[in-house]
């Protein structure tokens, strides 16, 4: 164990005849020799026992709106304290977030803090909720459960932001413990989830299922729409309508731009016409609440009433410039409920966070 190592007993794991030790918090159930860690590189066997090493450990805190997790639906205008750890059970190529997800350098693990101390500082902080971001919160999920429950019990909201690779027992473990949830669908093919992320598609489908059907938390979805690798139409077509079938219509879906990174460098920007054009597609396919991410557009960015396509909370960046919900979220002009968790006062003026981002020491 190095210094920015914890030996935290991890959760969900059984033994093998051989004696190995095989991880059942995730699809890839990761068979370990003594001394070897999980594919995520944070779940390791030490001794016969499967430990958490990142427990109590990130990478830093910040304060951020809540509109950049992205979640629309949630409480609006809001701040989140941000925190995430290292590693990832994901190997995506085209990770936005890879100095983080990628890291097998635990010393990137600057900051120590235990759940109660971060229930405290949101608490301190006047932050409506924490959010479990960065890298995926379900390779800490021990770490995650804890301070949600610390957090709950001081009237602080949880927020997962996740790709939702998980198996059903830890999923109903966690996300019940979950307020809300960011999933990152990462697109609608078997063999672009083989190719790119190492995962089985059918898993994350059934882990939104297990989210929306049988856990109260409040569900969005994020797909970050690449250039001829998940942008056809056919494919928005499809991913939308199972959405709306197989989910709700009501699930606001956040079409988001890519960027070069990590291993895909060689892939242009997402154009605005491309998600513009899928934003059409994804309504076309009965999905109520549409919006792009990562670039600016103000249809895009702006809830619409169903009912009477009124415009609802109109948005500048993570800048509220609009507000006409009336209480428990409802249309101010036909009543329409939207679907989602809202403040039944808010004011554009003060009571917003904005456009901010603040780091901060725990």
């Known amino acids: 164990m190095t210094a920015n190592e914890s030996n935290y007993p991890a959760r969900w794991w059984n033994f093998e005849p051989n004696g190995r030790i095989v991880c059942e918090l995730c699809p890839r159930k990761c068979k370990l020799n003594n001394n070897q860690r999980g594919l995520c590189y944070v779940r390791k066997n030490q001794d016969q026992k499967l430990i958490l090493t990142t427990y109590g450990f ?34 995506c190529k085209f990770c936005q977030n890879w100095d983080i997800s990628k890291s097998r350098d635990n010393h990137r693990l600057t900051s120590q803090a235990s759940p109660e101390e971060i229930a405290n500082a949101a608490l301190n902080y006047n932050c409506k909720s924490i959010a479990y971001t960065y890298n995926d919160p379900i390779i800490f999920a021990e770490y995650a459960i804890d301070t949600a429950i610390s957090a709950r019990e001081k009237g602080i909201k949880n927020v ?51 989210i929306h059907h049988e856990t109260k938390c409040h569900l969005e979805i994020t797909t970050l729409i690449i250039t001829d690798l998940n942008d056809s139409i056919l494919e928005i077509s499809e991913l939308a309508n ?19 990174a990590w291993k895909m460098h060689d892939i242009p920007p997402t154009k605005l016409s491309t998600l513009i ?65 809202f403040d039944t006062i808010f004011n554009q003026g003060n009571s917003q966070f904005g456009n901010k981002r603040i780091p901060v020491t725990i």
């Open 277 to 341: 054009n899928a934003r059409k597609v994804a309504i076309d396919n009965g999905l109520k609440f549409v919006y792009i991410g990562n670039v600016h557009d103000e249809n895009g960015s702006t809830t619409f009433c169903p009912k009477c396509n009124q415009k609802l909370i109109i948005r500048n960046g993570y800048q509220i410039n609009l507000y006409e919900l009336a209480s428990q979220g409802n249309c101010a002009y036909c009543g329409y409920k939207i679907y989602g968790a």
């Open 242 to 260: 199972w959405i709306a079938t197989n989910l709700s219509p009501e699930i606001p879906l956040h079409l988001t731009a890519f960027h070069p």
């Open 160 to 210: 997962a932001v996740t790709a939702g690779y998980i198996n059903r027992q830890p999923a109903i473990e966690f996300f019940n413990q979950m307020d809300a949830a960011n999933v990152d669908l990462k697109a609608f093919t078997d063999s672009f989830y083989y190719k790119y992320c190492s995962a089985k598609f059918t898993s994350v489908l059934d882990t939104l299922a297990l």
């Open 58 to 91: 990130s990478s830093g805190y910040c304060i951020d709106p809540i509109e950049k997790k992205p979640l629309n639906h949630f409480y609006p205008g809001s701040s989140v304290l941000s925190f995430g750890t290292a590693g990832c059970n994901l190997t």
